[in-house]
């Protein structure tokens, strides 16, 4: 690899939009958690054990495998725009023994799936990386049931981080209500609804 392709990997690492998944070690390295922990994620997110989520960006996984454990009756189904993010995703699932769930490519602007699929649809530092924030929302409010949860954790020090009250003002204007805020100002969930 050329020092300019390695510096432009860096450079999209440390700056706003999408993580390289080339640096997917980083996300991996010991003391993740301290920050926030997948078993934080994990029970912030309100699903029963049959629960059909889908997760938008799973990166390497990390977040994955803690909710695929809460759903074992359920299926998890991850969408990233980078196919070799899922390949990294799903190894990780299967060395943790999990088999319920798939992969799709896609940007979040047009999510490949039938209208009132899943029971949530959750995100962990990457609603900051969506550039078509307005799309995205109105997809997630078309595959998500009725009564589904929209769910996006956000934690320093990620350069996409947006502040919850920024967020929820984002998802009010976009058909969404938040439910509540867990968590406190520099690493938070929003939990919120459809209209």
Do not use: C
């Amino acid at each position: 690899m050329k020092d300019t392709d390695k510096r432009g990997i860096w450079s999209r690492a440390l700056g706003r939009g999408v993580f390289p998944h080339q640096l997917t070690w980083i996300l991996d390295l010991p003391g993740r958690g301290l920050i926030m922990s997948a078993r934080t994620v994990a029970d912030r997110l309100p699903v029963k054990p049959d629960a059909n989520v889908l997760e938008i960006g799973p990166g390497s996984g990390y977040y994955s495998v803690e909710v695929a454990k809460r759903i074992p009756d359920g299926w998890l189904t991850l969408v990233d725009i980078q196919q070799e993010m899922l390949e990294k995703s799903a190894h990780a699932l299967k060395a943790a023994g999990i088999h319920h769930f798939a992969t799709r490519q896609s940007d979040g602007a047009t999510l490949p799936f039938k209208n009132n699929t899943f029971d949530a649809l959750f995100l962990v530092t990457v609603f900051g990386e969506i550039e078509n924030r307005a799309s995205f929302l109105l997809e997630a409010a078309r595959v998500l049931k009725k009564d589904g949860v929209l769910s996006i954790t956000e934690h320093h020090p990620d350069p996409d981080f947006e502040s919850a009250s920024d967020v929820a003002a984002d998802l009010r204007q976009h058909g969404f209500m938040p439910l509540q805020t867990l968590g406190w100002r520099w690493a938070y969930t929003l939990n919120a609804s459809r209209l």
